[in-house]
């Protein structure tokens, strides 16, 4: 088993996602704490009996070691205890993957602040506390992984840029984690998944991506690879392999995992680029000639003017 004697906690652990990763990596030996208060996909209703003791009892039955923190990431507070219940339990604190997340879409202009504050707490802050809390041990004992999920509405999204803003910084956080804490033998790397779960794609996600095809906003090609998209059965095993001694050498990388597919994204970098030849700032009616020729060539308004009816 590839990681006996390891420890690990999975955020959002009880469904979904979270909980192939969960059961993947009990399957390979971890004793994992699945972190979970089991609560609805706006953040804010309970859904009954925990999901979460559910979850942590199938691991159990089959063989591996599993115990809970019904706690949520939003609470930085909570991550820390969560980080030493790990340690405490099971003696060390070796692998984290940030996965908890919730959903509160609304466009901009209809969005209250409670909605972004949640979200992006939950998705980008709480990364941030519970990597905060576990890197000093992962520090010292000179080994560590660090799994972010990520998600494509970073690239740019319609109805959640609460979202799409915080899935970004995620991207960027892992990045600065990584060369942070890197030599010390802990690796951070971004995972932006698709699979098919109560957060991602429910009967109002799919009316709204509907909508959207309507619209113009999406392809038909987008449309279809969301609501025929695959399980979280296709994600865990990356996951799993990151989290690997084999992949001691992977840092700072964001990858796009999906049924019958892994794919890796560029590092950011700048494309083009106008240079002046002498110190004199460039002048409005320079840039008016030069941008459209040299930096956007081949570039298209993702979202043009509509026209006045």
């Not at 390891?6 to 030996?29: H, K, S």
């Not at 992984?145 to 990520?150: A, D, F, L, P, T």
């Not at 906003?217 to 998209?229: F, W």
Request: net charge negative; glycine share 10%.
């Amino acid at each position: 088993m590839k990681f006996e004697n390891r420890a690990a906690i999975v955020t959002g652990g009880a469904r979904g996602i979270g909980r192939a990763i969960a059961e993947e990596l009990a399957r390979e030996g971890a004793k994992v704490v699945i972190m979970d208060p089991g609560l609805a996909k706006d953040g804010i209703e309970t859904e009954g009996a925990s999901p979460a003791e559910e979850a942590a009892e199938a691991i159990r039955e089959a063989g591996g070691t599993a115990i809970v923190a019904a706690e949520s990431v939003d609470d930085h507070e909570a991550c820390g205890r969560t980080v030493e219940l790990c340690k405490s339990e099971f003696g060390s604190v070796d692998i984290l993957v940030n996965n908890a997340g919730v959903l509160r879409p609304k466009m901009i202009w209809n969005m209250p602040v409670e909605s972004w504050d949640l979200v992006v707490g939950i998705h980008l802050r709480g990364q941030y506390s519970m990597i905060h809390h576990s890197a000093g041990y992962m520090r010292e004992q000179r080994w560590g992984r660090i799994i972010n999920m990520g998600s494509e509405a970073w690239r740019g999204t319609v109805g959640g840029a609460n979202y799409g803003a915080a899935k970004g910084g995620v991207f960027s956080l892992t990045r600065a984690m990584a060369r942070e804490l890197g030599k010390y033998g802990v690796t951070a790397n971004t995972i932006c998944p698709a699979a098919a779960t109560r957060l991602t794609l429910d009967e109002a996600v799919k009316e709204g991506f509907r909508k959207r095809l309507e619209a113009g906003l999406v392809t038909q090609e987008r449309y279809d690879a969301v609501v025929n998209m695959g399980g979280p059965e296709h994600v865990a095993p990356f996951v799993s392999y990151l989290c690997s001694d084999d992949a001691a050498n992977i840092n700072g990388q964001a990858f796009r995992v999906e049924e019958r597919k892994v794919a890796i994204y560029n590092d950011p970098e700048m494309k083009a680029s106008l240079v002046k030849a002498d110190d004199a700032p460039f002048t409005t009616e320079e840039l008016r000639k030069l941008v459209p020729s040299a930096l956007l060539q081949g570039y298209t308004n993702p979202a043009p003017a509509e026209a006045e009816s």
